[in-house]
Nanobody, 124 residues
Framework: QVQLVESGGGSVQSGGSLRLSCVAS????????MGWFRQGPGKGREGVACIDSYGTTRYADSVKGRFTVSQDNAKNTLYLQMNSLKPEDTAMYYC??????????????????WGQGTQVTVSS
């Protein structure tokens, strides 16, 4: 059973930074594509930043140049470094996983496993 546990959320002021972590267990981490998704108040779930099993990354246009996704295969951990945070980044952030690659890395329907989420709140 694949399990994903996120941490690192919190409250910051506009322009601040946070780093989210997602520890994965129950699967061969390196064979999976991983992603960060978010859901703000009254909004649908959107792909933020993803990395496939070959290391290819993809970002939402709204976070390009500000967010960086990375992973440490030895620690089975996915990271999301978020810089220059804006109030519109406020959301619950979720970690997700799927076996193998997909062209549609930022689409939530491509993922089979989800964490419980960690809240990020950015104040102006």
């Amino acid at each position: 059973q694949v399990q994903l546990v996120e941490s690192g959320g919190g409250s910051v002021q506009s322009g601040g930074s946070l780093r989210l972590s997602c520890v994965a267990s129950g699967h061969t981490y390196s064979s999976y594509s991983m992603g960060w998704f978010r859901q703000g108040p009254g909004k649908g779930r959107e792909g933020v930043a993803c990395i496939d099993s070959y290391g290819t990354t993809r970002y939402a246009d709204s976070v390009k140049g500000r967010f960086t996704v990375s992973q440490d295969n030895a620690k089975n951990t996915l990271y999301l470094q978020m810089n220059s945070l804006k109030p519109e980044d406020t959301a619950m952030y979720y970690c997700a996983a799927r076996y193998g690659r997909t062209w549609y890395l930022l689409q939530s329907t491509e993922y089979d496993y989800w964490g419980q989420g960690t809240q990020v709140t950015v104040s102006s």
